[in-house]
């Protein structure tokens, strides 16, 4: 996310208010997360969360549910 904010700042891209408070707000979780289990990696369990085969599945039929005529 650090990389993204970079980008987004050297080329002065606006990014949405609300997509910008959940990414600050995911850096702030993760920064606590890592003083209470500094062994634990968030980012990674989010990752696999995710990125499920079956939670893509889901979406796409969800989504084709919502854009249905």
């Keep these: 996310m650090h990389r993204l904010l970079e980008h987004v700042r050297r080329h002065k891209v ?7 408070t959940v990414m600050v707000t995911t ?7 890592r003083k209470l289990d500094p062994e634990y990696d968030a980012m990674s369990a989010l990752q696999r969360l995710l990125f499920k085969v079956d939670w893509a ?3 796409f039929y969800t989504m084709e549910g919502v854009m249905a005529p």
């Design 57 to 59: 599945e889901s979406l």
């Design 14 to 20: 606006n990014i949405d208010g609300n997509v910008t």
């Design 27 to 33: 850096l702030v979780l993760e920064g606590w997360q």
